[in-house]
Each structure stands twice: as C-alpha cells, then as structure tokens.
C-alpha cells in the first residue's frame, strides 16, 4: 500500500491520526448499515418472489378469461366494453426511510361511488367470462400494487447495498491500512529525525569537551 | 397527492387493465417502447407503470434512469402472449447486485 503524498511533520500526523479515528468508526457504522439493509433485503425478496409467483400465476388465469371471453364476443364489442373506465385508480405514495433509503410505498385510492360495482358496462350484451375476467383482475389489484411496492424498494435496497459494500470495502482496504501505513512513516520518520539530532548533539558534545581539555591531543596547549 | 398507475403493453394484453381503473398505453412495437415510456413516466402523472415483459426488456436503457428513483416504479409483468420468466430473473439480478452472487435463488 502506497504511502501518501505528505510532509512527515508531528501536526500533520495528528490530523492524519484523527481521519484515522474518523475512517475506522464510519468503517464500522457503514458495515452496521449494510448487514442491517442486508437482513431486511433478504426478507423482502423472499416476499417478493412469492408475491410475484402468485401475482404472475393469477394474472395468467385472468387471461385466460379474457381469452374465453374473446371468443364469446366480437372484437368491437370486446372493446368498447373495457375501454369505458367506470372508476379510477390511482395510489397514494407516502415514503419509508429504511437506512437512508427511502422507499415508496402505496396505498389504492379509488375514484368510485359505488365499491362494489366494478364493471365499467352494461351485462346485456357481454359474456360471464367477462364478468370472471375483470373481477380476478380487480382482485388481483392490491396485490399488484403490493408487488410494485416491494420490488421497487428490492431494487432501490439493492443499489444502495451495492454502494455501502462498496464504501465498506474502500475502507477496510484502501483507505484505513493508508492512513496506517502514513502514520507509521511519519512516525518512524520523526523518530529517524531525533535519532540523528541526539547523535549530532552528542558529536558536538564531544567536539566541545575535546576542544576543552585536549582529550585526544590534537589541539596545542594553551599558552 | 394521488397518482395514477399506468400500464403500457401490446393491445391485447392492456385491455383488462383499462378495466380495472388504470390509464392504458397501447405499445405494439417493441422499438418504440421506450420513447412511450419517457413520455410516460416524465409526465409525472404515475407512481407506478407496469410494462409487459417483451416491452420490459425492449427498454432497458431508458429504464435505468428510474432505478434511483422512488417513483415511477416500473414493474415488468407477464402479457397475453405468455411468461417470459423476467420478473423472476430480475430477483436474481437483485441479489446478484446486493451480495455479490446469486445465492438464495440460484437452482
């Protein structure tokens, strides 16, 4: 791991101490995040697969009846029996904060004065398979919605999965054995820096006290 | 506010949905699904659009904007003409992008 691009001073291997700090407790917080997004994501796509094995099983049931009911009855009147919205539906979206994702989530809203009258046309001239057509798919409505909910926040879950393990390992990895390896060379270079000041001071010492009292007779007595 | 749901797919397969309350966008070409959905889901008017799988698939990259997003949420199902097995293998995706490989549905 590279040491990075700094001058070995005491101030600066404080700071460099400190982002140290900083690095390992977001290290840890992060790692938190992830095993808790992760444990809450594993849950939902377990849900979501069931919800969308029934949801694609009862959907393909409703086509059936659609194609009973396609051949029960002309085109054109197949058409303009549908195409007549008799209610809206619409969602209500209000947001939940799971670990900093917010993910949506909706609740049926319908447009209609009278709920238990789903069929947008009269029963003189349509089929039953019809009727049975549009009351499966107007039962299969909520968990329709419940399907988008979950898979959008499966997939938004998964983003940010992806994201904080990426983080997490830039900072186990890359950035916290940096920050070490920076502050150990800045140590082991101050500590080199002191090493050679005292040998110097002590040459000096000696240089001093030599010239002092002629220790090893290179200088002539004094007069 | 409420919004809409929309349900974007071939002829066949958007009728029922008509039915049931939500706004229908009939997309027989595959080619031209993605610019219905930009139009769709860039008029802000819809939480949710539902895609049939072969339109799903068809607009990939315009999709990929909205993954960010919470809403539109963009779910594929399957259509009259059968199941092409998307959804499922979208799950796999997710877990594949979340732990690294697909453990839980991997056969």
Redesign the interface.
């Known amino acids: 791991m590279a040491v990075m691009n700094v001058s070995p001073t005491r101030m600066q291997m404080t700071a460099l101490k400190k982002q140290l700090t900083t690095a390992i407790r977001g290290h840890k917080m992060l790692k938190d995040k992830r095993d808790e997004l ?1 444990r809450q ?2 849950e939902l ?2 849900m ?2 069931r919800l ?2 029934s ?2 099983k009862r ?2 049931e ?2 059936a009846f ?2 009973s009911a396609s051949a029960a009855m002309s085109k054109k009147a ?2 303009s ?3 007549s ?9 209000t ?1 939940k904060n799971v670990m900093s994702v ?3 989530q ?1 609740e049926i ?2 447009e ?1 004065e009278n709920q238990g009258d ?3 046309y009269g029963f003189a001239f349509t089929s039953f398979e019809l009727d049975n ?2 009351e499966s ?2 039962e299969l ?1 909520p968990d ?2 419940r ?3 979950v ?2 926040s ?6 940010e ?2 994201r904080t ?1 990426r983080r997490v390992n830039s900072l186990e990895h890359v950035m916290i054995p940096r920050y070490e390896e920076t502050i150990k060379y800045i140590a082991m270079k101050l500590e080199e820096n002191d090493r050679s000041s005292r040998t110097r001071l002590m040459k000096v010492k000696d240089m001093l006290l030599d010239k002092a009292h002629n220790y090893s007779g290179k200088y002539s007595p004094k007069e | ?5 929309a349900m974007i797919g071939d002829r ?2 958007v ?8 706004d229908v966008f009939v997309c027989d070409e595959p080619a031209a699904a993605a610019a219905l959905l930009k139009t769709v889901a860039e008029s802000e008017r819809f ?2 659009i ?1 895609m049939t799988e072969e339109l799903f698939s068809a607009s990939a990259r315009e999709r990929e904007k909205y ?2 997003r ?2 539109p ?1 963009i ?1 594929p ?4 003409r059968g ?1 092409t097995g998307i ?2 293998k ?2 796999s ?3 594949e ?4 490989s697909d453990i ?2 991997k056969n």
């Open positions: 992760m994501f594993i796509v377990g979501n697969r969308r094995e949801v694609e959907l393909a409703s086509s659609f194609i197949l058409d029996s549908l195409m919205q008799k209610s809206k539906t619409g969602v209500e979206t947001y917010d993910v949506p909706f809203c319908r209609s789903i069929y947008p057509a549009v798919l107007n409505l329709l919605i399907l988008a909910e898979e959008k499966c997939e938004m879950m998964a983003a999965i992806e393990r | 506010m409420a919004k809409n749901i066949e397969s009728k029922g949905f008509a039915a049931i309350g939500m939480a949710i539902y993954t960010e919470a809403t949420a779910i199902l399957p259509g009259v199941n959804g499922l979208r799950q995706t997710f877990v992008q979340a732990v690294g839980l549905f």
